[in-house]
């Protein structure tokens, strides 16, 4: 008998079989697999883990099943599809609440308990005792997949049975119905699970228990401390409510009913727990590559929520020291670690309508062709270039103008050779001028493109991608990237990036010094093309740097033919 850790009743524990009754039971050894056992500490919990690689049961396991599961914005597109149906006149309301399996692969049955099997040194007996471990085993490879099967079950049988708008991700499901619907979709939810024979985390508890928060002693009836509110261990399914925490992310339909807004964003507290290791790393000036990988894994999860992907190219210098660990805690790695210290302290959530109608009066895109050229035996080496179309905005004497009607502008310059030195010594720099020419765009005319959709065309794929992931492994390109994103984040610019043949981008004329055709027939008017000053990008991921890089200075007035 062994104590309850939550103050309960004591716990039985069975003796286990001796080697002649495993014999027995099996009729053998032949058919028995014995795995070796580890634990492993999640926050307060020892999770057993079976070590199917070393009995090599794992190397002779074949699948061909795939996995899908939902994401953290689940609840989000369900709510818009919602409103798709649901007309604004209907003023409701939309609510959400999760669930989770209780000790998921330990309920899920497995034909074979001959894998389950575990030896353990029985120190009353003095002799290996052998337990069969019901359930799925963490570590087997195809437990994965068995147990995936459960959730896919329930999910189908929720939707096409009891209509209720539920997916889930491995044990943990969400779900988000209309206000009134809500209570009754999460009790048949549960019921369910029930019949079917996997319950979900949501009680009854096995007996009075202690908050590990407060000590508060609480009753077998109290799912929540009655002093501090917290759950208990085994309670993991959450109300139903406006908002609500599913896979690191909470949603929020707060503003719903006013607005029709849904908002997403990374808990506070999360971002509290990554900015205090962040301040531990700066105050100790050290980063060992285990605590790097870890910052940088928290970083790019809480910064895929965030203004696009903002922030994400300031996680190069800690990606160096995860990998090419040289024991110095350099300057970029400093500037790094602060300025994305300062992000999480502000993180932006992610707000969009549900309804098309309710959303902000909405301008014509912009169109944008961007191109650079490089030659290294030029006394100019890099010449940039860029063309904007300014489509032609409904009006009362023009209420449906053509997808022709606008204005174009042009603008090119020149490199000169201390832009050039801020890229690393190399053969070729064709695509770090290509990123700066897309950046250029933005800062030489910002006032155009105050909180506008813009399609944006570069005949570059390397440029394409890194501004497109907000990422780039080399650092001189890392720096442009997330120049442009502290841009995009200022003026509220939404841009759609799409790689363009060379023959077919208008840019590449600008760009070479060509302006007969922009001039004779397009019409373009040019103007100035102006390159961000570098010597504040010596300090890029300084948060005190934003407001001097994004602010427009009059030298960037335009100049009209």
Sequence with gaps: MIPDPQGGEAVKVTRGMSLEELKDRFGGLSFVYLVERFGVWQKDKCRACDNFASNEVNDYT??????NCIGPDFMAMVACLLAEQLPQSANWQPQCFTEDIISAYRICGGRSPAFSTVAQWDPVRKQVAFFIVPGLNFGLRSAVTQFHRVPVLCTALARRCLMIPCGHYFDDYACVEPKGCGKSAQHYLRELHRI??????????????????????NMITQLHCGRCKSPHPDVKSSLFAQSNIFLGVETDFANFAQLWEIRMRVPIEKCARTAHSIESALLERELTPMAAAKIRGWLQFFLTWSFGRLGRAALQPISDRQYRDDGRFTPALEAALRFLQHVLQSIPACAFQAYASTRRPKKRAVLV????????????????????FVPTEPSASNPNPSHRDGVFYHASAETNPRVMARFRPQKQYIGQLEILAAVCVYYSWPELFVDRDVIHWIDNSSAVMALIKGYSGMPDSARLVHAYYLMMYKLGTRVWFEHVVSDANVSDMPSRGDFRYLLEELHSSPITLVIPP???????????????????????????S
């Design 534 to 560: 570098f010597e504040v990008w010596d300090e890029p991921f300084d948060s005190r740097s934003w407001s001097h890089f994004i602010t427009p200075r009059g030298d960037r007035k335009r100049r009209h």
């Design 196 to 217: 079917l024979g996997v319950p979900l985390a949501c009680g009854p508890l096995r007996g009075n228990w202690i908050c590990k928060g407060c000590d508060h002693k």
């Design 369 to 388: 062709w961007s191109d650079a050229a490089y030659e290294k035996d030029s006394p100019t080496p890099g010449t940039l270039g860029f063309v904007i």
């Design 62 to 67: 074949c699948q061909s099943e795939t996995i």
